[in-house]
């Protein structure tokens, strides 16, 4: 799963790193695509352990070995979460894009961009991966990743037009509902 997230997140940054110019709307599109992407795969989370178990019985019945389960999972999860988390990779070079910093000043402003993005790597990792769970539970927890997504996008929204907060609005409104409702999510079927 790491793997998988790194891979993607090192194609979200090159991708912004192989443009010509990057449209003022660049960084509220990407963040609402991860929205998006985040919603996309939520029904879906009930099925990855009977998938994980699937690949894990097709690779051992064909003598393929824990190797070849090992990289069929991680192509499988890379492709899955790919357009989920690769613009979340293309968040930080846009934001140090956004924040138009001048070749003497841009050491400060990238060294303010990666403190934050290291702080919120931990305290999302420790709040997410630990803390979270003890106040909400799991479907609520997955949905945590496009409600912040979906704040992002808000936040950038007023560079990308005027089409762009209620879109922003939308994705939020939708996450509170999916945060409510759990659609399409079956906890038993995820506990067998």
């Known amino acids: 799963v790491v793997a998988a997230f790194v891979a993607a997140i090192a194609v979200g940054s090159l991708m912004v790193s192989r443009l010509s110019t990057i449209p003022p709307r660049a960084l509220f599109l990407t963040c609402a695509g991860s929205s998006a992407g985040w919603l996309a795969l939520f029904p879906t989370y009930d099925s990855w352990p009977w998938l994980a178990h699937a690949m894990r019985f097709a690779a051992g019945e064909n003598g393929l070995g824990f190797g070849a389960y090992c990289a069929l999972v991680g192509v499988v999860l890379t492709a899955g979460l790919f357009f989920a988390v690769a613009p979340m990779g293309a968040v930080l070079p846009l934001a140090f894009h956004e924040r138009r910093a001048s070749v003497p000043g841009s050491g400060r402003v990238s060294g303010r961009l990666l403190a934050w993005s290291a702080l919120g790597a931990l305290v999302g990792s420790l709040g997410g991966g ?51 409702l759990h659609p399409g999510f079956d906890r038993q079927r995820l506990a067998m």
Request: proline share 8%; hydrophobic share 70%; glycine share 4%.
């Open 130 to 180: 630990i803390l979270l769970f003890y106040v909400i539970d799991l479907p609520r927890v997955l949905l945590v990743a496009p409600l912040l997504a979906a704040v992002m996008a808000w936040l950038s929204a007023p560079a990308a037009g005027r089409w762009a907060r209620p879109t922003a609005a939308a994705l939020i409104g939708v996450t509170v509902c999916a945060f409510i």
